[in-house]
Every structure is written in C-alpha cells, then in structure tokens.
C-alpha cells in the first residue's frame, strides 16, 4: 500500500503523559499536513510540513503541541502532558506539490484517547 | 473567515433511490473545491476537485457540480456500499495559505438494500 500511513492507529494516554504520532506520506510526496477531527466537528487544520521545515502552524495550539518532519524519517506531531481536551481523531494528508491543483490524500488517521 | 455548510447532516436513502447532497461555502477567492468521501474508523478518501464555476465531474454513480456559492453530489441510483460520509472541503486564497483545506462537517448517507 502506497498511500499514507500512520501509525498507531489508536493510541490511549492518561492524563500527563505525552503521545506521540506518528506519519509517512505518500511516495513522492513532500507536503504533509495535520488535521484534528473532535466529536461532532469537521477536520480542522492543524500545521504545514516540509522537510524540515514548518511551513504554518498557525492552527495548532501553541501550548504542548509541536510537529516536525525531518530529513529522514516520519513526520511527528507531539503531545506533551495531554488533557482530556485532546481525545481526537488526528490525520495526516499529502501532497506532492503545495497548490490546489493536487489533492491532499489523508491516512487512516490515529485515534487518540485520554484517560 | 472561509466557511463550508453541508446539508443535509443525514441522509437515508433506499438502493436505486438517486438524491443530492449539498455543500455551501462562503470563501475569498476560491482555489478548488474538493469532495471526499469517509468510512467508519478510515481516514477521507479523495473524490473529486472542481475549479470553477459550471464545472461537473463524474465517476461511477456520483456527479459533482460546482456553482459561485455552492457544490452538489448527486448520486445516481445508489448502492448499499455508497453509504458513509461524505465530505466537502475548500481552498481559498487566504493571506497566502491557498494549502488549507477548510471542511464541512458533513452529510452521513445511508443506504438501505
């Protein structure tokens, strides 16, 4: 499978912890971008990802929440001392190029639960 | 701020019965407008984008249609296995971040055998 892949798909922390998640975008894809999708709520942007480099995290909390996508390797979206506001559905998508004359293509997504 | 509105939030529909599904948006400057498709416990599933205004894009039973202030998905004679959410986003030129997808909460469509 060549789409894109996150891993773990459900994640459980207690409150305090740090969660981690985890995100491989497509072969040939530079562009990564992270959305949360709460409870009855539609995907919200989080940030823009290039190879290290964030592009735009302007829809990401900017208490405990940090994401990088680095020259080798997945990208991460980090959770330090999670609350129980965090639970969510977090996904990744990919693009091969910025504009929108490419659709963005979402993994499975990581469910995140907080106990 | 851009806006998306989709209607209905659900939809039952028996197989064969066509419908449509509608998605308002409110946006300055519209770079495309994308339709997804979502099942349970999965991630969005890329359908369709539409660029301007009177463009149509079709596969298998959907149909989108895109006008200045709306997109409708009409399925045609649907199947059991079209049923799951269905989701429409935009891009607008924003201050520069023409990458941000901005969804609608969607319409869940269920069909009945």
């Known amino acids: 499978n060549a789409g894109v892949m996150q891993n773990p798909r459900h994640l459980v922390r207690r409150r305090g912890q740090e969660a981690r998640l985890r995100c491989s975008p497509m072969k040939g894809h530079s562009h990564v971008y992270w959305y949360r999708q709460l409870p009855e709520e539609g995907l919200k942007f989080m940030v823009y990802l290039q190879k290290e480099n964030i592009i735009d995290e302007s829809g990401m909390p900017k208490e405990r929440f940090s994401a990088e996508f680095p020259k080798e390797g997945p990208s991460i979206l980090r959770i330090q001392q999670v609350v129980r506001g965090d639970s969510a559905a977090y996904f990744c998508?990919?693009?091969?190029?910025?504009?929108?004359?490419?659709?963005?293509?979402f993994g499975d997504g990581t469910r995140l639960s907080i106990l | 701020e851009d806006q998306v509105t989709q209607s209905p939030e659900a939809l039952r529909l028996q197989e064969g019965e066509s419908s449509s599904l509608n998605c308002s948006y409110t946006?300055?400057?519209?770079?495309?407008l994308f339709w997804y498709r979502q099942d349970p416990g999965k991630g969005p599933e890329f359908l369709f984008t539409l660029y301007s205004a009177g463009e149509e894009k079709e596969k298998e039973r959907l149909k989108a249609t895109l006008t200045k202030k709306e997109s409708f998905l009409h399925i045609t004679a649907p199947k059991p296995e079209d049923s799951a959410t269905y989701l429409c986003a935009v891009q607008a030129d924003s201050g520069g971040s023409n990458y941000k997808l901005t969804f609608g909460k969607g319409t869940l469509l269920t069909v009945n055998p």
């Open positions: 946006v300055s400057g519209l770079r495309g």
């Open positions: 998508a990919s693009s091969p190029v910025r504009e929108g004359n490419q659709p963005q293509h």
